[in-house]
């Protein structure tokens, strides 16, 4: 059985704090594919990156950056210097080779940024 | 632009009064689901379709139907909503397996 686990269920920094979001996993699947969306206060979601169980490389992109460990089946977010902008809820997704039509989310974190 | 739209947006109908909510994408995509998100639970997959006429059932299918006649749209019907269907629904579609999916803005449902 697949499940994704995002232990958090709100967090609240200040602006220009680093902060990261948890997310564990669970699979027997030995392909699989990691997703992290926003959801902004607006409602829809953003996808913001993809990640295959073959590569461990951690991700950076601007103030965001991706730590995927197998060896821990986890795979965090982390956002540095935050921004009230970054207020949104994070949701962390999973699909798996052999089942491939559907994401498994997590329930979300809500970041709450205040200035 | 590429997008996934979904119409209407916010809805609020009665307890057993059929109602369509649409989904179309422009992407050419294969793959187009349903999700509902509730409170605590994140996106709970309701149907999903890999091609036109190719629908299967995902983890919360009671009470729902789909259609995928062309393959940019995949309706979702409620034929008899009940209180319990509230909640904010998201079509998405992607283009391969396994690849990211893009999600519609949602739908607002509320039924009393």
């Known amino acids: 059985a697949q499940k994704v686990t995002q232990a958090q269920t709100e967090i609240s920094v200040v602006e220009k704090e680093d902060v990261t979001l948890d997310c564990v996993y669970e699979?027997?699947?030995?392909?699989?594919?990691l997703f992290w969306y926003k959801q902004p206060p607006s409602g829809e979601l953003v996808f913001l990156i993809r990640r295959n169980s073959f590569d461990e490389q951690n991700e950076i992109s601007g103030r965001y950056s991706w730590n995927f460990q197998k060896s821990t089946s986890s795979f965090n977010f982390t956002i540095t210097a935050s921004q009230v902008v970054d207020s949104a809820v994070y949701f962390c997704a999973l699909s798996v080779r052999f089942n491939f039509n559907k994401f498994y989310f997590g329930s979300g974190t809500k970041l709450n940024v205040k200035p | 632009e590429a997008q996934v739209t979904q119409n209407p947006r916010y809805l609020i109908t009665v307890t057993g009064k059929k109602l369509t909510v649409t989904c179309s994408q422009n992407?050419?995509?294969?793959?187009m689901s349903w999700y509902r998100q509730d409170p605590g639970l994140g996106l709970r997959q309701i149907y999903y379709?890999?091609?036109?006429?190719?629908?299967d059932k995902g983890d919360v299918p009671e009470g729902y139907k789909v259609s995928r006649k062309e393959k940019r749209n995949f309706p979702l019907i409620l034929e008899s909503p009940s209180p319990n269907q509230t909640s904010l629904y998201f079509c998405?579609?992607?283009?391969?397996?396994?690849?990211?999916?893009?999600f519609g803005q949602g739908t607002r449902l509320t039924v009393v």
């Open positions: 699979t027997r699947d030995t392909t699989y594919y």
């Open positions: 992407m050419n995509h294969e793959y």
């Open positions: 998405a579609s992607s283009m391969d397996k396994n690849t990211e999916a893009f």
């Open positions: 379709s890999m091609n036109v006429e190719v629908t």
